[in-house]
């Protein structure tokens, strides 16, 4: 082994470390369809509002969050839930 350095000892991501990893790699992977959706809901929001969207549990998503179903089936899908939001919602 040599030159090589060994991740023995600390240099596991566990825990936090690990989870933050994920989310950056999932978020680089759709960074132009969370750009499309953030556009299209600066419609109705401002960014902290967006950021709490992206990240809630949302009905018309069968309780998934938004990033997470850009993440496993496109944008398509969320701008369907984005056009009910813009519509009045389901109250």
């Known amino acids: 082994m040599t030159g090589e350095k060994s991740t ?3 240099g596991a991501l566990f825990g936090d470390d690990a989870a933050r990893l994920g989310r950056d790699i999932v978020e ?3 960074a132009h369809d969370i750009a499309a959706v953030r556009e ?3 419609e109705l929001w401002t960014d902290p509002a967006i ?4 990240t809630s ?3 018309h998503l069968d309780g998934a969050r ?18 009910v939001e813009i519509a009045g919602g389901s109250r």
């Open 66 to 83: 938004p990033i997470d179903v850009l993440a496993l089936n496109g944008v398509e899908t969320v701008m369907g839930a984005i056009d």
């Open 8 to 10: 023995t000892g600390g």
């Open 57 to 59: 549990t949302n009905s």
């Open 51 to 54: 950021e709490v969207w992206l």
């Open 40 to 42: 299209r809901l600066r």
């Open 28 to 30: 680089k992977s759709i």
